[in-house]
């Protein structure tokens, strides 16, 4: 919705009544922001920038050096100026100040360029020493460390680019981060392509264009481990693939896998552009796919509280959100190639099916117990590879023994399920055991672990009842109403459940062992027992 391709502008008068109405249906706005600002004199951020000499300049340091991008002939903002801070500000308050965007989603700022280096030589000569290294990886294209980006001699505040690339969108995600947090007051979604190891305390990431292949699929599992061990937990690739055409058998298994990328976004290129013929939002395939991509997607919503439990974890200890089974059983040889399996924290395996017309995946399983995560049934075969049958409208999800995930009632947006009621998922292990927690908050206050603004409940079950402990209570605005209660790997058939001392109604399925109570109206910030005999 940018004027011309231009960053902080907007094309349509109406965007604004259209993000008004997102707002009030519980929706979010993210706004694209690349650095490069167009050479147009009418433009508020050009003005701002050239007066303040806030521009990367050429070798020479006598002019901005201008590069291409979208919008044409561009420079490009010095993150490490010393008044980068109050001009990126201004920039993102005369667009705030009419779209209240609620995040912002940094592209191409590694920095990208449609030509190498600059419009003119990077140097006169073009013998400038940092421009033509002695050494130069043979990997990159046309064997340039300037191709498809700026100059390595060029100028900015803290010396040559040459020194400062790979902290480009990194310096720009970290001033944008103390920017949002001035304007708005509240926490800001941020996206940025270019990171660099530390820019997790600051934002997210996706993983860059990638196409709409079974291939890709399967390889963005690898990429998304690999960011959650830089520390960048928010992270995924674009479901169904930036290029190209995604078939609806690729979109549903892409959802399928997306659904548990900590950042999950359908993001493809404009249909005009090359190599692009159809659009990818579910609402383009058949009816019969939107309900399979539904169900995904319900089923993402209610693992939420989960999901954000480890976000916190990964804020206080540095834990990865998404983790190889190796990181969990370093002793079994076998885990050390799987590349193709992953977890979600220490309680949920996910084995996703990532070939074309296949409809079984081969997963391994760890010598543990192991629960499929729809019907609680235990699996009987461990520390083996076992064949699963994976039809189209499935994917495979199981649950740890000796775990305890807090789930919640889904609704069409965040805003909506946060305020539904919670579950508990507790499969026991083979004493009987099982233990979790949960981090709450509203969502949006700064700092709220600092500040002491959250929740954090941990639960237990030994010896055939189920307690919680409240360690911190600090949100209190909203009720956290338990409704939903299930018990996954109890052999002996309970004959009476009791809720704070009181009967319960319950079923108990025979042939998966699960206990269900799924009538409750307790609270969460309440001290809670369930105990069954």
Known sequence: ???????????????????????????????????????DKSLFAYREGLAAGIFIKNHSGTRPLVGKV????????????????????????????????????????????????????????????????????????????????ICPSARQHLGLHFDLHNLYGHMQLVVTNKVCRALKGKRTLL?????????????????????????????????VLDFNLFGIPLVGADVGGF????????????????????FMRNHNSHPTEAGVSEPQDPGSYS????????????????????????????????????????????????????????????????????????????????YDIWYDFFTGERLTRVGTTIQLPTPLHSTNIHVRGGSILVTQTPARNTKNSRNNPFGLLAALDSNHIARGKLYWDDGEVLDPVQTKQYNLIRFSVEEGCLTTTIDMLGYTKYSMKLKLVQIFGLYVPPERVLVNNRPASFTFTEDHRVLQLDKLDVSLMEPLSISWS
Request: overall charge negative; charged content about 15%.
């Open 191 to 223: 996206i940025s392509r270019s990171t660099f190891p530390g820019s997790g305390h600051y934002g997210g990431h996706w993983t860059g264009d990638n196409c709409s292949t079974f291939t890709d699929l399967a390889n963005s599992i690898s990429a």
């Open 243 to 262: 290029f190209n055409t995604c078939s609806e058998e690729l979109l549903i298994r892409w959802m399928q896998l997306g659904a548990f990328y900590p």
């Open 70 to 149: 979208w919008p044409g002939e561009v420079v490009y903002p010095d993150f490490s100026h010393p008044h980068i801070y109050d001009y990126w500000y201004s920039c993102a308050y005369n667009l705030y100040k009419d779209i209240p965007f609620d995040g912002l989603w940094l592209d191409m700022n590694e920095p990208a360029n449609f030509v190498s280096g600059c419009i003119e030589d990077c140097s006169l000569t073009g013998s400038h020493p940092k421009d033509q290294p002695l050494f130069v990886p043979k990997r990159l294209t046309g064997k340039s460390l300037f191709n498809q980006t």
């Open 287 to 366: 009816k019969d796919t939107q309900a399979i991509l539904a169900d995904i997607v319900a089923v993402r919503y209610s693992l939420l509280p989960y999901l954000y439990t480890l976000m916190y974890d990964s804020h206080t200890k540095g834990a990865p959100v998404v983790r190889p089974l190796f990181m969990l059983y370093p002793k079994d040889k076998k885990t050390y190639v799987i590349d193709e399996q992953f977890m979600w924290g220490s309680t949920l395996l996910l084995s996703p099916c990532l070939h074309e017309g296949e409809t079984s995946v081969s997963a391994y399983f760890p």
């Open 1 to 39: 919705m940018m004027k011309d391709r231009q960053s902080w502008t907007f094309s349509h008068s109406d965007l604004v009544s259209t993000v008004h109405n997102l707002q009030l249906n519980g929706q979010r706005y993210v706004n694209i922001i690349n650095p490069g600002v167009a050479l």
